[in-house]
């Protein structure tokens, strides 16, 4: 085994030589990577040192772009908002997300046919889901239409949903809620699922009830669980664009204006794309720093196993 081991191959019962040193198998991924994230990555950190219209070709000005973006006021005002959909986003789906996984993972009657008809909108595209709670919201055939010629209250008035920067902030937050928390909740499915069995029946001797198990078992089984689906909702948040296009095109005024909002404004309806490379890069790197603290402040990177001694 020990000569095996040096020469790094040996052979299989069909004469295929196996051992190859591990990079190789690992050099597909690292070519794909490569070429589809390291390769436009740095084309746009390039582009965030020019001048370009998508016309003519790129004029090299330095850091021209940069220090005109961290002059302007919209920039700080755009991370705000992110920052608030984020942060709305993780406290709005991660106990919604948490329930519904513990629960789809028993084993109650209809169970199977409720979770199926609940994943629905994982089968659908962010742009379709956009388009149709923006159909559901239209403020002149929609559902507040409805509500204001049922009940003729001001509530009710056209528009109300989307001519105020709380509402329309609330109107993103709840259809990202819908739309994402199927995908969380496959995620708490999972790893309520890896909890054994065994924790509960020793927990019931002691009676404990139902409650008491939850918030004593689950919730710390799920420690890992719910670092992975936060990181994700964390990355999701910072980089939400198609809801924001669709359903208030960042407005009113530049109520929900996102980082990635004003990069698209910036690049495609501007043509500045040396401004909108800015605010790539930038986007890019705040949420690796912001990833990376989460990973690092919770101990994820650890990923130490939560069933120990069983």
Do not use: C
């Amino acid at each position: 085994m020990t000569t095996l081991a040096k020469r790094g191959r040996t052979k299989g019962s069909g004469g295929l030589k196996i051992g190859r040193p591990s990079f190789l198998w690992s050099l597909p991924a690292f070519v794909y990577f490569a070429i589809f994230a390291l390769l436009p990555l740095g084309v746009v950190v390039w582009l965030s040192f020019t001048s370009w219209d998508a016309i003519g070709s790129p004029h090299w000005v330095g850091t021209s772009n940069w220090t005109a973006m961290f002059k302007n006021p919209e920039l700080l005002q755009s991370f705000k908002i992110t920052g608030i959909l984020t942060i709305l986003g993780i406290a709005t789906q991660t106990p919604i997300s948490m329930l519904l996984g513990v629960w789809a993972s028993g084993y109650q009657k209809n169970r199977a046919i409720l979770s199926a008809l609940y994943f629905i909108p994982l089968l659908m595209s962010a742009i379709a889901i956009s388009v149709v709670w923006a159909s559901l919201l239209s403020p002149y055939f929609g559902l507040p239409h409805e509500l204001h010629w049922l009940f003729g209250s001001a509530l009710f008035n056209h528009g109300f949903l989307f001519s105020s920067s709380p509402a329309a902030i609330g109107v993103l937050t709840f259809v990202g809620m819908w739309q994402w928390t199927p995908f969380h909740t496959l995620i708490y499915q999972g790893g309520a699922r890896a909890i054994p069995e065994v924790l509960y029946q020793a927990a019931s001797i002691d009676g404990a009830g139902r409650v008491r198990q939850f918030w004593s078992i689950t919730v710390p089984q799920l420690r890992n669980t719910m670092i992975t689906s936060m990181v994700l909702m964390l990355a999701g948040g910072l980089t939400t664009f198609d809801t924001i296009l669709v359903l208030t095109q960042g407005g009113p005024g530049t109520a929900t204006t996102s980082t990635s909002y004003y990069m698209y404004l910036e690049g495609f309806k501007s043509f500045q794309f040396g401004p909108a490379s800015v605010l790539s890069v930038m986007l890019i790197v705040v949420t690796t720093i912001v990833s990376l603290i989460a990973v690092r402040a919770s101990g994820w990177d650890k990923m130490r196993s939560t069933q120990e001694g069983l």
